[in-house]
């Protein structure tokens, strides 16, 4: 699976970005997938994951729950993260990844299969 990641940029706390992912490649049945970031010194954490299969589940780290959306495109397999009210502490390294199997544990990068490269997100306060 490639997994092509957009949107990332410069904004002001408050403000708003939207990141695309793109999934190519081989797909399954059961598919997962999620945005994960990463700020210097700290480990890669989790922030949000969508899974569809005959439905969809959505999970969210508690820091951005109420102020981030991960959604699923009209174009099969790309997915969106739409962050609003952005912190300064949200600035770090955007990653999207994706897991090809069935999944419903604790979301950790660790049971990712695929990664794109990462975008970067900066919030100035």
């Known amino acids: 699976v490639q997994l092509q990641a957009s949107g990332g940029g410069l904004v002001q706390a408050g403000g708003s970005l939207r990141l695309s992912c793109a999934a190519s490649?081989?797909?399954?049945?059961?598919?997962?997938l999620g945005w994960f970031r990463q700020s210097p010194g700290k480990e890669r954490e989790f922030v949000a994951t969508?899974?569809?299969?005959?439905?969809?589940?959505?999970w969210y780290a508690d820091s951005v729950k109420g102020r981030f959306t991960i959604s699923r495109g009209n174009a099969k397999n790309t997915v969106y993260l739409q962050m609003d009210s952005l912190k300064p502490e949200d600035t770090a390294v955007y990653y999207c990844a994706a897991r090809t199997a069935w999944y419903a544990g604790t979301w950790t990068a660790g049971v990712m299969h695929s990664w794109g490269k990462g975008t970067l997100v900066t919030v100035s306060s």
């Open positions: 490649g081989r797909t399954f049945s059961s598919y997962s």
């Open positions: 969508i899974r569809w299969k005959n439905d969809v589940t959505t």
